[in-house]
């Protein structure tokens, strides 16, 4: 009692591989592609079971955009599993069940969500 679990007996409950958002960035008369801003390059995390991840970071530093990249609210790439299942290849409808079982608290959830 008291003790930790060996670490091979812990369950993963979220596993986020590679996780790249990154957003087209255009200028010009024709509004072309000119680069990318690099929202969230390359992060990978893993919480398991009864675990809590706190992200912390400057003002404009990604922290809603990955949480909203882990809900499937925002296109990304990288893998993202959520007890198992393999969430990166759901359709919009097929994550709403699985949403219902993830949460993320913004610190300022007016301010980071978008008003659409």
Do not use: C
């Amino acid at each position: 009692a008291g003790e930790p679990l060996p670490r091979d007996t812990r369950e993963t409950v979220l596993q986020v591989d590679n996780l790249k958002v990154w957003f087209s960035l255009t200028g010009g008369i024709l509004r072309r592609h000119k680069e990318y801003l690099k929202a969230v390059d390359d992060i990978s995390l893993s919480i398991e079971r009864g675990k809590t991840l706190g992200i912390v970071g400057e003002s404009g530093s990604g922290k809603s955009t990955l949480g909203q990249a882990i809900l499937r609210l925002l296109e990304s790439r990288g893998g993202i599993r959520f007890r198992g299942q393999a969430l990166d290849g759901l359709s919009q409808k097929q994550m709403r069940p699985w949403r219902k079982e993830m949460q993320v608290v913004f610190q300022d959830p007016y301010g980071s969500l978008s008003p659409r």
